[in-house]
């Protein structure tokens, strides 16, 4: 195995002072060669036990270590060198005692500060490799640079540069499932070489290896430390700590023995390496960090892909539930607005005042009225005085019960109401009493049921004969209960009132507005005019518009209801997604104690995470708003009223998304705030 290993120096561009560390320690090139990289005085480590009870691990530790050394820490189980290679690594801190980084004390550290050293100073072997077990070696190698910012392609030229000088070059597509114990340790060597390795912490770097991979290990150390690199092992084995060239010998958290070779020369360019370390920081561009947590979010989500399905499953049903309803909901509020609309939204009614008492007061609604206000009363288009009733219509030997309306010659304008075939009757004909009538359509399709033409023929009405003259074209279903329109009989004003209803006087008057902008001044015009025109108020106005904003108003009222139905299902998805992520988070736990071995700050998993639950949110909203989309055109192909407009499928994707982020946000903060020494010792 080749021990040519490259030093993986950081480059010194692109830097900038970041944390809260004091930076003014090192002014000149010799003063990191003056003191030690790292120096413990009275360091202690005191934990308290589920009883209460108190473990000291350390016991006022006074430790120096000079850049290159070659360092083994030995003891026997418990005697505190694990404990001391966690506060050395950063990955845990001195309940007492000060520890100098390079003259720096890092109680002057922060959580990102703490986490850059990690990065940049450290890098870890440990005796269980630690490695991610669904990457693959070079995917593991470059975990560190991901969180030091290099770019893809630079860390890719690193990562397998490394591997290839430790004989990996062909094992970089493997994962660690698929490699021996003395592989898995190369590639946990060269993960902490790849940011530089100015330290490695090694934790019984040979424990789990067969002793041909031990030998092959130690070696690798031992060149590392030619090289400048300082090394510290931990070991409880004798015989490995030989190897190194100093021996710190460990018992009940103190200090017995401190043995010393000749040190070795350290090569001139270690310590201006070193220096530049410390003097610097890398940047890291803010979208390229968040593009990394996406990319390590998709991996994570196809590697465990039965629990995304079930995450996505409750934002699926979500948002499909909100797109679905929300297009019921517009198209049954648009079905009423336009049935509502079809009697025309430009009308005013003219209706006798109510009695008290009386079910239907009298009516003093004139015909000469309705002349009148055409010509009084601005904004008016026409009038359509009207008197209603229900009589048996019959042709020959078929009889059939039907609406018969008296009305005047301009009903097809007023109500937009063409016809099919033949004529309206004229205001001659109402003059004169003509007998002649007009049927809609499904009056016609019942009393001429073989399809034969009714034109020129002649009904009974009361016995009475009146001709047909002309047949409506279909109108459909109308008002609020959506009752057939053409059901209905038409017969000249005059004609009816006198012949058939017996009354001169009309049961309403419409009056058709022509700007409807004005149609509430129009109103109040009418009041006037008619209440002059009277002498007293003796009717009572309908304003179509009125209606009309009622409706819409209940309309958007049953959508919102709709839509609350949904949004309490995507509300229960988003609870899904909290869930899995718990779970999740206590699944990784040793995966996030990894990556902040190796570096990764408390930003940086908390993006993952948070990332994670973004991605599968914005996925399932993906798929919920195609079933969404899919239910609502399956609904229409049944008849049920569909309308699908871009916002409530914009809304439903982002609150889909926006799901992701409010309840994946816990977990995420959770992850990001681990012990790293706790989440490293989950198994």
């Known amino acids: ?133 669904h990457s693959t070696a070079l995917e593991n190698v470059e975990i560190p640079a991901i969180y030091a910012g290099l770019s893809g392609s630079e860390r890719r030229i690193k990562a397998e540069a490394l591997l290839t000088s430790l004989g990996l070059g062909d094992r970089m597509d493997h994962r660690p499932s698929q490699l ?39 070696n690798l150390l031992k060149s590392l430390a030619r090289q400048g690199h300082t090394v510290i092992i931990i070991t409880h084995d004798p015989k490995l700590a030989e ?59 196809t590697a465990n892909l039965f629990r995304t399905v079930l995450t996505l499953l409750g934002i699926v049903i979500g948002v499909a539930s909100v797109v679905a309803m929300l297009a019921i909901g517009e198209g049954a509020g648009d079905m009423i607005v336009e049935r509502i609309s079809s009697i025309g939204t430009n009308m005013l009614t003219l209706q006798p005042a109510r009695v008290e008492g009386r079910r239907n007061a009298p009516s003093t609604l004139t015909f000469e009225d309705a002349d009148a206000i055409t ?31 008296a009305n005047s010659e301009n009903m097809p304008d007023i109500r937009s109401w063409p016809l099919a075939r033949g004529i309206y009757f004229t205001r001659e004909d109402s003059d004169t009493y003509a007998s002649v009538a007009v049927l809609g359509a499904t009056v016609a399709n019942e009393m001429f049921p073989d399809g034969s033409d009714p ?67 129009t109103e109040a015009n009418l009041v006037e005019f008619m209440t002059v025109r009277h002498g007293t108020q003796d009717f009572r106005v309908f304003n179509s518009a009125e209606l009309l ?34 779970v999740s988070v206590t699944e990784r736990t040793r995966e996030i104690g990894i990556r902040m071995a190796t570096g990764a700050r408390q930003s940086d998993i908390l993006s993952q995470f948070l990332s994670e639950a973004i991605v599968v949110s914005a996925l399932g909203g993906v798929i919920g708003v195609a079933a969404g ?8 192909q049944v008849g049920a009223p569909i309308k699908f407009t871009t916002s409530p499928i914009v809304m439903a994707f982002c609150c889909s998304a926006g799901t992701g982020l409010v309840f994946g946000f816990m977990p995420a903060r959770k992850a990001a705030r681990m012990d790293p020494v706790q989440a490293l010792a989950n198994e």
Request: net charge neutral; aromatic share 6%.
């Open 1 to 133: 195995m080749s021990t040519a290993i490259l030093d993986g120096g950081m480059p010194g561009s692109a830097r900038r002072p970041e944390g809260r560390a004091n930076q003014a320690a090192y002014n000149t090139a010799d003063d990191i060669n003056q003191i030690p990289i790292i120096e413990l005085r009275g360091i202690r480590r005191t934990f308290i036990t589920g009883g209460g009870v108190e473990v000291h691990a350390l016991r006022g530790i006074d430790l120096k270590i000079h850049v290159g050394e070659f360092v083994a820490i030995v003891g026997q189980s418990g005697s505190g060198k694990s404990t001391m290679m966690n506060i050395l690594g950063c990955l845990d801190k001195p309940t007492a005692g000060t520890y100098l980084f390079g003259g720096r004390d890092i109680r002057d550290f922060g959580p990102d500060d703490l986490a850059w050293l990690r990065r940049e100073a450290f890098g870890f072997v440990f005796q269980s490799y630690n490695l991610l077990p």
């Open 180 to 218: 021996s114990g003395g592989q898995q340790q190369r590639v946990s060597i060269a993960r902490a070489m790849i940011n530089g390795g100015n330290i490695i912490l090694a934790d019984e770097p040979t424990g789990a290896l067969d002793s041909k991979s031990g030998v092959e290990v130690i």
């Open 243 to 301: 190897n190194a060239d100093r021996i710190i010998e460990f018992s009940d958290g103190e200090v017995v023995k401190d043995r010393h070779r000749e040190r070795p020369d350290v090569p001139h360019d270690s310590n201006s390496k070193l220096r530049e370390m410390l003097m610097s920081r890398r940047v890291t561009s803010p979208l390229a960090s968040v593009g990394e947590a996406i990319r390590m979010a998709l991996r994570s989500l």
């Open 375 to 405: 010509e009084g009363v601005p904004n008016v288009l026409g009038t359509l005085p009207e008197i209603q009733g229900n009589y048996t219509v019959r042709f020959g030997r078929q009889d059939y019960s039907t609406n018969v309306t």
């Open 455 to 521: 034109l020129g023929e002649y009904i009974l009405i009361r016995n009475i004969p009146f001709q047909i003259i002309g047949v409506l074209t279909r109108k459909g279903g109308g008002g609020f209960n959506g009752a057939d329109q053409d059901d209905a009989v038409f017969v000249p004003l005059q004609t009816g009132a006198l012949r058939l209803f017996g009354t001169r006087v009309a049961r309403s008057i419409s009056v058709a507005v022509a700007d409807i902008e004005q149609i509430n001044m």
């Open 549 to 582: 904003d009622t409706v819409s108003a209940s309309k958007d009222i049953f959508t919102m209801l709709l839509g609350s139905i949904g949004a309490i299902s995507l509300l229960v998805g988003g609870i899904g997604v909290m869930n899995i992520m718990l």
């Open 629 to 636: 989309v899919g239910i609502g055109l399956l609904l229409a």
